[in-house]
């Protein structure tokens, strides 16, 4: 392909052909006001010169992509898993032949990949296409998955997305930025050359998350997954709440990440590394410098050192330059001192390498650093303070560690709240290494085998949200509406309704408003007990319980949980038939078929209880010479919205799952049959579970559901319920970004809600562990 061919203009890619748009040129008045002007970038700070056009895709041009793409999945999926490797790995040797091209064009847009990269991704993508059904069984895949992108991510970061969709046998459309526009307008050709049918890979440009909201909105898309920075993935969650297609997101931009020096690290390398990192290599996140406070000294005897020379950094705009003086002006005023290799200019894009020495761990510039050449640089004085500062951003992407100590790098990479751990280097990057952010820092996994599930589903699960358009919403008022809370009449205990408590911070009690719900009778023809009328302040004290707990809970050795969930278990055999009654009373099923209900939990709290021990990872094939290790960690607090349908089961599952990975957990019992939930607290309190680690609240689910959503330390929330509740957690819970499990059910009976309790697959306990867990990875160099 080139430029003068069509027109210096470059349209979106469909069906393995790219749309020439000829009225464009012939009769620009209304079509040209969908071109965006692409700049190329000869180096990462310097401004561009404009080299050709993308054309923003219309509605035609969505539509037209989406059925190319439907079809080109069904000649993909079909396909043996051999013959899809062979493909990728054709195309290994068609980037051996053109990667020299694909390298030019993309140091020349600012989105710089080597060809070698690519080539390594795609071996390693080839492999897995290869051993899907061998090692992955019983997954299948999504069918047509949307890849979005901001307009400063690399392109390394849209393949990691991309290849894996395709190695496990989906159709892709990438909607690129800026950056990475015709560089995946050139792979994409390159990849229908090697063999990929047509409209399995096709690439729609635009200029903003508009066109990424219009492209999910298309009932043919099965998944939309999202890579950039956090702002773009904030406006793409808001904007396709309540489609009914599910989102992760990857804010892999602009992330602030810690580089701890501890006195035992080899000094020259740590301050050479965090200069190279800091100061000139294009920068996807921010460092925040922690040094020991007994070497600070020396630390920044050599940070003058070797700055010494260098020039000043261009910005980006004139805008950013603002941001920057802003920044030193308010850390002059909070003590912090300079160093500078050079004086400032007095205007203009650009700015002297800054280290900004005595910050505190609470400033703004160093919680949210302005977009410059700006090192913040903090001391602590033990390893555990170390770790307490290292941990204090809001995000969890990476961490270099510089140390000798290898038990001291280990401990604090397990301590450090984050997804990837360097030690003794920054910024390695490979596919077989999990990349899951932490915190405010994604709610999915990329790379490695764990990153292959997110574009897979289970063959037995039918897709857990029904494609629909978003209602119109007062997303303030949800949740609003009171629901018929009255106070039990205790004058004749002997008549009245049985008053049940909740279950916060390991004791049963009332709830905070000392209000109650009315529990009606199968028939809804009378009151069969009273529950508490849970809210924000009981969430809130759920929440200040669990989290003191579930530290030291995730640390305990996963025979010590096993052995917490086999006593669980006891527990719930030795109240049996009071369980048994709460099911029978409240569902109207038969004895037979409570006490069967509440046999299956017996039995899946001890699977669970078995499960601890089981998947811990392990150690992973990297190219480079060093190890590297992955291990699944807890994600934190969790809330968990229960379902209808098998109100017993359904719990100790979820329970089970949340628990056994080393979470807290904060229950909401479904509204509709809360009784076996809260008569479930009986057997919690008989246990020797922590106190908090298991709080169980009941009330309205609207009600429940936003104050779990705006509580800011639940980092997860499981969803059964409404079209609306879901539509309204897609759309709150962005800050900070909550992983979320969605499941709309359909009907009052609770008979259409995607998942059936009573079966027993390994792959189904599978898919609910790694619901419950996030990933870490960890690189330690040996040459």
């Not at 009449?489 to 916060?504: C, I, M, N, R, T």
């Not at 809970?553 to 369980?579: H, N, T, V």
């Amino acid at each position: 392909m080139t430029l003068e061919l069509y027109h210096n203009i470059l349209g979106p890619y469909l069906n393995a052909r790219y749309i020439l748009y000829v009225n464009v040129i012939a009769q620009p008045s209304d079509y040209l006001k969908t071109l965006t002007t692409f700049m190329f970038f000869h180096s990462f700070w310097s401004p561009g010169v404009d080299v050709c056009s993308t054309v923003c895709a219309v509605e035609d041009d969505i539509s037209q992509c989406a059925s190319s793409a439907l079809n080109g999945f069904k000649a993909w999926s079909v396909l043996s898993c051999y013959q899809r490797a062979k493909v990728l790995l054709r195309l290994v040797s068609v980037l051996g032949q053109h990667g020299q091209c694909v390298s030019e064009l993309c140091e020349l847009c600012g989105a710089s990949c080597s060809s070698s990269t690519l080539i390594r991704q795609l071996q390693y993508y080839s492999s897995w296409a290869q051993l899907r059904d061998t090692l992955i069984t019983n997954w299948t895949p999504l069918g047509v998955v949307a890849v979005v992108v901001s307009d400063d991510c690399s392109l390394y970061s849209l393949m990691l997305k991309v290849l894996p969709a395709l190695a496990m046998g989906n159709s892709v459309i990438i909607v690129p930025g800026l950056n990475t526009a015709p560089p995946a307008l050139l792979l994409a050709q390159l990849f229908i050359g090697a063999g990929l049918p047509a409209g399995a890979l096709n690439v729609l440009t635009g200029s903003d998350m508009s066109l990424c909201a219009k492209v999910a909105q298309n009932p043919n898309i099965s998944h939309v997954t999202y890579s950039g920075n956090k702002q773009d993935g904030v406006m793409l969650c808001k904007a396709t709440a309540g489609m009914g297609v599910p989102l992760s997101v990857s804010p892999c931009i602009g992330a602030t990440c810690p580089f701890i020096i501890f006195e035992s690290a080899d000094i020259d390398s740590a301050v050479d590394e965090v200069i190279e990192t800091a100061f000139k290599k294009k920068r996807e996140v921010h460092w925040v410098l922690c040094v020991q406070e007994s070497i600070v000294d020396s630390v920044v005897t050599r940070l003058k050192l070797r700055m010494a020379g260098m020039k000043c950094v261009a910005l980006r705009s004139d805008g950013d330059r603002v941001l920057v003086d802003a920044a030193i002006q308010e850390a002059q005023q909070q003590g912090a001192t300079l160093i500078q290799p050079c004086s400032v200019p007095p205007s203009g894009a650009q700015y002297p390498p800054t280290v900004l020495c005595g910050a505190a761990p609470s400033s703004p510039f160093v919680v949210c650093p302005a977009p410059g050449p700006l090192l913040p640089l903090m001391t602590f004085r033990t390893h555990t303070e170390g770790v307490t500062i290292g941990n204090h951003t809001p995000h969890g992407q990476a961490a270099s560690i510089w140390t000798e100590d290898l038990t001291l790098a280990l401990e604090t990479a397990r301590s450090l709240s984050v997804g990837s751990v360097w030690v003794n280097s920054h910024s390695v990057s490979d596919p077989c290494m999990p990349v899951s952010g932490h915190k405010d820092s994604g709610t999915c996994t990329d790379g490695g085998q764990e990153g292959l599930y997110q574009f897979l589903r289970l063959r037995s699960s039918p897709p857990p949200l029904p494609r629909s358009s978003p209602v119109s919403m007062d997303y303030s008022n949800f949740g609003t509406a009171a629901c018929p809370a009255i106070i039990p009449d205790d004058s004749d205990p002997a008549s009245a309704p049985k008053p049940y408590p909740q279950f916060v911070g390991g004791k049963a009690c009332k709830s905070v408003s000392g209000c109650s719900l009315a529990v009606q009778s199968p028939g809804g023809s009378g009151v069969l007990a009273y529950c508490p009328d849970g809210g924000k302040k009981d969430v809130r004290n759920a929440v200040e319980a669990a989290i003191k707990v579930q530290p030291g809970w995730m640390k305990k050795s996963p025979s010590a949980r096993a052995q917490s969930l086999y006593s669980l278990a006891k527990g719930l055999e030795a109240k049996r038939r009071d369980i048994a009654a709460s099911i029978n009373v409240q569902t109207g099923l038969s004895m037979d078929e409570a006490e069967k209900e509440v046999e299956l939990g017996i039995a899946r709290l001890s699977d669970w209880a078995a499960y601890c021990d089981k998947v811990q990872g392990g150690a992973l094939p990297m190219p480079q010479s060093g190890s590297a290790l992955s291990f699944p960690e807890a994600l934190g607090v969790l809330g968990v919205v229960l379902p209808d349908k098998n109100p017993l089961l359904s719990m100790v599952t979820l329970l089970g799952a949340a628990i056994a990975t080393g979470n807290a957990v904060v229950m909401v019992p479904c509204q509709k049959y809360p009784l076996p939930a809260l008569a479930f607290i009986q057997v919690l309190q008989s246990s020797d579970l922590p106190a908090g680690l298991v709080n169980i609240i009941s009330g309205g689910r609207d009600q429940m559901t936003v104050a779990l959503a705006n509580h800011s330390v639940i980092k997860a929330i499981w969803y059964w319920g409404s079209a609306e509740g879901c539509q309204y957690l897609q759309h709150t819970c962005t800050s900070p970004l909550k992983t979320l499990r969605l499941f709309c059910q359909k009907d009052e009976e609770g008979k259409d809600e995607g998942k059936d309790w009573t079966q027993s697959h390994p792959s189904f306990m599978e898919e609910m562990w790694r619901n419950a867990v996030q990933w870490k990875s960890v690189w330690i160099p040996t040459a």
